[in-house]
């Protein structure tokens, strides 16, 4: 019988989320860093089951997108992250010309 393994998830302490901006209505941009580590245009997303932290993407050759790097997060400090992005997030959509 193989034994599985539990993914390791990466440790929030230390870490502060700034540069928060929203894209859309559902859809809200923010940076993740501290401790030596940026981690720039992280999103959280609004889902059919609930708001999640999403990595930035990019589009390959295929057309498809990939994710730029994967974020492992614990249950509770995805739900942490989720509400200090979503409570720092501004109520509407910002574009150049807002003041």
């Known amino acids: 019988m193989a034994k599985t393994e539990e993914k390791k998830t990466f440790a929030l302490a230390g870490m502060s989320v700034s540069n928060v901006r929203r894209l859309s209505e559902k859809v809200v941009a923010f940076t993740l860093s501290g401790n030596g580590l940026g981690l720039y245009n992280l999103r ?3 889902g059919q089951k609930g708001p999640f932290v999403a ?3 990019e589009k390959g050759k295929d057309g498809k997108y990939y994710n730029v ?3 492992y997060l614990s249950a509770d400090d995805e739900k942490k992250v989720v509400k200090k992005v979503l409570d720092s997030a501004p ?3 910002q574009t150049a ?3």
Do not use: C
């Open 44 to 46: 959280v997303v609004e």
């Open 55 to 57: 990595a930035p993407q």
């Open 69 to 71: 790097f994967a974020l």
């Open 91 to 93: 109520k509407t959509e």
């Open 97 to 99: 010309g807002d003041f």
